[in-house]
């Protein structure tokens, strides 16, 4: 069966610092892969995707992810973080092929220390 | 994103009676989902559709029903409200492989 794991329940960083957020599936064909953020009180919020091609995709607001197949990996990462970007980080898989169906992860929470 | 709207945002209920809540788009999309979030589980899918009055269960079903008679709304009902549904649920519409989510609605079963 489809899943997603999210090792890290919780991360802090200080602002200006680097970030990246693990993320690994489960699924059998090639997967498609999304990364989303939720900020207090909020809904979710598209970073990210990744589909085929280039294994580096790019989002908006600064961030990346790379999908590597070899380690069923599809980490999200930032090269400085802003405070702005405290938030809960849902990584999901498309686990059907005709219904759209989303997988999540558990989550990761994102606080930024001044 | 604006074109999805979720009512009532806030919601407090007693065990046992039934709740209704609303999923409203303007995007003509074909699909949309209910979730709920629950600390430690992310987001669990309830039901989803893919069309008028086409319906599906999805993983964490029991005591949830749905209905969709237009396309661009999509209802979700706890039957005999349990304080286990206490949760946030959100909504999303879809087409391919992206998804958009409404803004939520938290739901308190006393």
């Known amino acids: 069966a489809q899943s997603v794991t999210q090792p890290d329940i919780h991360i802090t960083v200080s602002e200006g610092a680097s970030l990246e957020l693990r993320c690994n599936y489960s699924y059998g064909a090639t997967p498609y892969l999304f990364w989303y953020v939720q900020s207090p009180g909020q809904g979710l919020q598209l970073l990210l995707k990744y589909f085929s091609g280039d294994t580096l995709v790019q989002g908006i607001k600064g961030f990346e992810a790379e999908f590597k197949r070899s380690q069923s990996s599809f980490n999200l990462r930032k090269p400085s973080v802003h405070w702005s970007d405290a938030a809960e980080y849902f990584c999901a898989v498309y686990g059907s092929s005709n219904t759209g169906k989303l997988i999540f992860g558990q989550g990761t929470t994102l606080q930024v220390k001044p | 994103d604006a074109g999805i709207t979720q009512s009532p945002r806030h919601k407090v209920t007693e065990t046992g009676t039934p709740v209704t809540l609303r999923c409203h788009q303007t995007?003509?999309?074909?699909?949309m989902y209910w979730y709920r979030q629950d600390p430690g589980h992310g987001l669990r899918l309830i039901h989803y559709s893919y069309g008028v009055k086409d319906t599906d269960k999805g993983e964490v079903s029991d005591g949830y029903s749905v209905s969709r008679s237009k396309t661009e709304d999509f209802l979700l009902t706890l039957e005999s409200a349990t304080s286990s549904q206490t949760s946030v649920y959100f909504c999303a519409m879809g087409q391919g492989n992206e998804q958009f989510f409404g803004p939520g609605t938290r739901l308190t079963v006393l």
């Open positions: 995007e003509n999309h074909r699909y």
